[in-house]
């Protein structure tokens, strides 16, 4: 079993598209969660944390539920730029090292 | 303030030889981190350096080695090439074990 796993893609979804990735992850003990967003040919970048109590930037909400071992990413009003690789990532304790699932990849036309 | 670099760009190697790949790190960050993303794939842990020793390593196999420099560089090696170590290779920095900061990445391709 995959230690971070995502829904496979991609997604086509037109402009203004609210479009939701799903995560889910085996080690109940890990500490923190985030979405990445990688773009095509560079690097990972931080999109956003994510919280037990769900949190929200512009038109970003990211959801966590610990006792199902979810994550959960929601974008709002789709725009062309958000056209990109959408990576969920789970911190262990310890040593600060990152488990990333496979990602997902969002085609907004 | 310079970000995570890495050099080189690109490189292309042949079966059975070795390459190193640089890192340097974010300015104020300690500790570096190695991770290898296949095709498709999301980036895998390899080994993370802090205070010039190999701290946490990830599932790679002894082929794969680094260093730490004592201004916090960072090297990644790999012996004995193999086709399937062609993937982009990336370094992160961070302070300890705070918020990780990742470099444009290495791309290598084996032949």
């Known amino acids: 079993r995959k230690e971070v796993e995502q829904d496979p893609g991609p997604f086509n979804v037109p402009e203004g598209a609210t479009v939701a990735f799903n995560c889910t992850y085996s080690n109940s003990a890990s500490q923190s969660f985030f979405w990445y967003r990688q773009d095509c040919r560079k690097e990972p970048k931080l999109l956003m944390s994510?919280?037990?109590s769900g949190n929200e930037d512009g038109r970003f909400t990211a959801q966590l539920n610990r006792a199902s071992q979810y994550i959960s990413l929601l974008i709002r009003d789709s725009k062309l730029s958000d056209s990109a690789t959408y990576l969920c990532v789970v911190k262990d304790s310890g040593y600060s090292t990152l488990t990333f699932g496979k990602g997902t990849m969002l085609l907004v036309s | 303030d310079a970000g995570v670099t890495q050099s080189p760009t690109h490189l292309i190697k042949t079966r059975g030889q070795q390459v190193t790949l640089r890192c340097s790190p974010k300015?104020?960050?300690?500790?570096v981190s190695w991770y290898q993303q296949a095709l498709g794939q999301g980036p895998q842990f390899i080994f993370q350096?802090?205070?010039?020793?190999?701290?946490q390593r990830g599932n790679f196999p002894d082929r794969f080695s680094g260093h730490q420099f004592p201004n916090y560089s960072s090297e990644l090696n790999v012996n004995a090439l193999l086709l399937g170590d062609s993937a982009l290779y990336l370094c992160a920095s961070s302070w300890d074990t705070y918020e990780q900061y990742f470099g444009p990445g290495t791309r290598l391709t084996v032949t």
């Open positions: 350096y802090y205070e010039e020793e190999e701290r």
């Open positions: 994510v919280y037990s």
């Open positions: 300015s104020g960050h300690d500790t």
